[in-house]
């Protein structure tokens, strides 16, 4: 019977069209770096493109440089960023942050499980959780509640 669980799942997996697992434009927010114009150029190519709602175009002001400090990071880019989810009401809605070109990629810091580098998008996954429930400690690894190791199933905030 063990060899027919994965014939099982892929039979369920085709029985649902593609547009019922897919990210749909109203859960996409772009984030434009006003002080990079290619990333105005950029929002606005790939929001038409995707059909993304205007009201779905965060901005930030920040340097457009590769790295960035944590103490940046926390007011030019997670703040802001917090904010306009929270005043629109999308902080359960959004479930895909787009950076554009021009957003810094890095926040410095010591490297290793207990430092606290790490990648600017890595640390805006955990930005649902900071509405929620406030800082998280930058130190270290973050346990990410949503990853169900094996599961094929769309993203899904009650998992």
Same mark, same amino acid.
């Given at each position: 019977?063990? @060899? *027919?669980?994965?014939?099982?799942? *892929?039979?369920?997996?085709?029985?649902?069209?593609?547009?019922?697992?897919?990210?749909?434009?109203?859960?996409?927010?772009?984030? +434009?770096?006003?002080?990079?114009?290619?990333?105005?150029?950029?929002? !606005?190519?790939?929001?038409?493109?995707?059909?993304?709602?205007?009201?779905?175009?965060?901005?930030?002001?920040?340097? $457009?440089?590769?790295?960035?400090?944590?103490?940046?990071?926390?007011?030019?880019?997670?703040? $802001?960023? /917090?904010?306009? *989810?929270?005043?629109? &009401?999308?902080?359960?809605?959004? *479930?895909?942050?787009?950076?554009?070109?021009? +957003? $810094?990629?890095?926040? &410095? /810091?010591?490297?290793?499980?207990?430092?606290?580098?790490?990648?600017?998008?890595?640390?805006?996954?955990?930005?649902? &959780?900071?509405?929620?429930?406030?800082?998280?400690? @930058? !130190? /270290?690894?973050? $346990?990410?509640?949503?990853?169900?190791?094996?599961?094929?199933?769309?993203?899904? &905030?009650?998992?």
């Amino acid at each position: 019977m063990r @060899p *027919l669980a994965p014939l099982a799942l *892929l039979a369920t997996l085709l029985a649902v069209p593609a547009a019922a697992r897919a990210i749909t434009p109203d859960q996409v927010l772009i984030v +434009v770096n006003d002080r990079a114009p290619i990333s105005e150029r950029i929002a !606005e190519y790939y929001r038409g493109a995707r059909g993304i709602p205007k009201e779905h175009v965060a901005r930030i002001q920040t340097d $457009p440089q590769e790295e960035i400090d944590r103490a940046a990071f926390k007011r030019e880019i997670e703040q $802001p960023i /917090g904010v306009y *989810l929270m005043e629109r &009401r999308l902080q359960d809605q959004i *479930l895909v942050i787009v950076l554009t070109k021009g +957003v $810094p990629l890095k926040i &410095r /810091g010591p490297a290793g499980l207990a430092g606290k580098e790490a990648s600017v998008d890595s640390e805006l996954t955990l930005l649902y &959780r900071v509405l929620l429930q406030g800082p998280i400690p @930058p !130190e /270290g690894r973050v $346990p990410n509640p949503y990853f169900q190791h094996g599961s094929p199933g769309p993203f899904s &905030r009650t998992a």
